[in-house]
T-cell receptor, first 110, second 119 residues
Framework: GNSVTQMEGPVTLSEEAFLTINCTYT??????LFWYVQYPGEGLQLLLK???ADDKGSNKGFEATYRKETTSFHLEKGSVQVSDSAVYFC?????????WGAGTKLIIKP | GAVVSQHPSRVICKSGTSVKIECRSL??????MFWYRQFPKKSLMLMAT?????????EQGVEKDKFLINHASLTLSTLTVTSAHPEDSSFYIC???????????????FGEGSRLTVL
């Protein structure tokens, strides 16, 4: 069946460090892929998405590329800020249902 | 736009009582809303799909009589946890999308979540 696996957290980085949060998926067909973010005390928000292979989603300095050959959708940011501290969820959409990863908590220290 | 509001954000209740959680789409209509449950360090688990004017569709393993869902209008869905027990303590999240958008883009908008603690 369809599934999403993302790296366990928490991930702790210093400000201005490079960020990678790994996400791999298992799916039949060609799912759409998403990264959602949950800031402390707020609801989940769509961060970026990609709908087909080799697409790159980007927003707020974050990027993720849909890699069909490695079934991955890793989230990256070149220089993180304290305000990026949040929980990040990778998800795929298949047959109109979202399948979620477990979430990765990111902590950025000044 | 596309704001979803959930209330209450936190609720503590005694075992055996019932708790109602509301999910409202503030600036759009949503024929369909989704209810999730989030366990610590686990992914979101879809509990049910709430359909305006009709019965909710429950995922396998979710007790319909335990988790009552009512979608009485295009902007409001409620989840009632009946006869709550400590094992029902969890983080409940709702989501919705302007009609048609989810089917076309997969984008969902989420409420802030409700933390239920059953003593």
């Amino acid at each position: 069946g369809n599934s999403v696996t993302q790296m366990e957290g928490p991930v702790t980085l210093s400000e201005e460090a490079f960020l990678t949060i790994n996400c791999t998926y298992t799916a039949t067909g060609y799912p759409s892929l998403f990264w959602y973010v949950q800031y402390p005390g707020e609801g989940l928000q769509l961060l970026l998405k990609a709908t087909k292979a080799d697409d790159k989603g980007s927003n707020k300095g974050f990027e993720a590329t849909y890699r069909k050959e490695t079934t991955s959708f890793h989230l990256e940011k070149g220089s993180v800020q304290v305000s990026d501290s949040a929980v990040y969820f990778c998800a795929l959409r298949s047959n109109y249902q979202l399948i979620w990863g477990a979430g990765t908590k990111l902590i950025i220290k000044p | 736009g596309a704001v979803v509001s959930q209330h209450p954000s936190r609720v503590i209740c005694k075992s055996g009582t019932s708790v109602k959680i509301e999910c409202r789409s503030l600036d759009f209509q949503a024929t369909t809303m989704f209810w999730y449950r989030q366990f610590p360090k686990k992914s979101l688990m879809l509990m049910a799909t709430s359909n305006e004017g009709s019965k909710a569709t429950y995922e396998q393993g979710v007790e319909k009589d335990k988790f009552l869902i009512n979608h009485a209008s295009l902007t409001l869905s409620t989840l009632t946890v009946t006869s709550a027990h400590p094992e029902d303590s969890s983080f409940y999240i709702c989501s919705a999308s302007p009609d048609g958008r989810y089917r076309d883009t997969g984008e969902l908008f989420f409420g802030e979540g409700s933390r239920l603690t059953v003593l």
